[in-house]
């Protein structure tokens, strides 16, 4: 959405059959909207680490940004702190940390390219490898990192949103690299 006010709208509109449990605005106020001991309908269809239904086991974050634009500082800030406080709640660790393109591929894209997942694993509320592995193959890594079964393209789109943003083309050895180092991270963050 375009601003705070068109997405609180929307997120807060029974027809729409859509929310979340926060929404970050432009200048990165969290705004709570749903409790978050409730279930709130951010994910829709999907799953995660083989788990379906994950609107009932994840806490929605929304961020205002139309999706052409970098996440301004403050909204990152925000995100943070709100991260951080929610994961220590919960018990999430930064494995849990997911977008909405991770956990359903070809249907959703956000929070897109320009979002910055490194900022956040350099916090601890996300993961990000700091090198690369072993060349591995590809669908087995992404397998164990958790994204769902999909068509092989519809999986790295997924994967390169979230890990090599600015890759195209078909499959390189740079993303089996890549996969095969969150894996590595990820059993560690477990």
């Avoid at 449990?21 to 969290?30: F, N, Y």
């Avoid at 406080?85 to 997911?98: E, L, T």
């Avoid at 350099?122 to 397998?143: H, I, K, N, T």
Wanted: net charge positive; glycine share 8%; charged share 30%.
């Amino acid at each position: 959405m375009i601003d705070a006010a068109s997405a609180r709208e929307r997120l807060c509109d029974p027809a729409a059959q859509v929310s979340a449990h926060w929404l970050v605005d432009e200048d990165g106020r969290p705004e709570a909207l749903v409790p978050e001991d409730r279930r709130a309908w951010h994910a829709g269809a999907g799953s995660w680490q083989g788990r379906e239904d994950v609107n009932s086991r994840s806490i929605g974050i929304e961020i205002v940004n139309p999706g052409d634009r970098p996440f301004t500082a403050a909204q990152m800030d925000g995100l943070a702190r709100l991260l951080g406080d929610a994961m220590a709640r919960w018990r999430i660790g930064p494995a849990g940390v997911i977008g909405h393109s991770d956990m359903a591929p070809g249907r959703k894209n956000d929070p897109g390219p320009r979002f910055d997942w490194q900022r956040l694993a350099r916090q601890g509320l996300a993961l990000w490898p700091v090198q690369d592995g072993p060349d591995r193959p590809l669908a087995e890594s992404l397998d164990r990192i958790g994204y769902p079964p999909a068509d092989p393209a519809i999986r790295l789109a997924a994967f390169r949103l979230r890990f090599r943003p600015w890759a195209r083309g078909p499959e390189q050895r740079a993303d089996r690299c890549r996969a095969a180092a969150v894996v590595r991270i990820a059993a560690d963050a477990r």
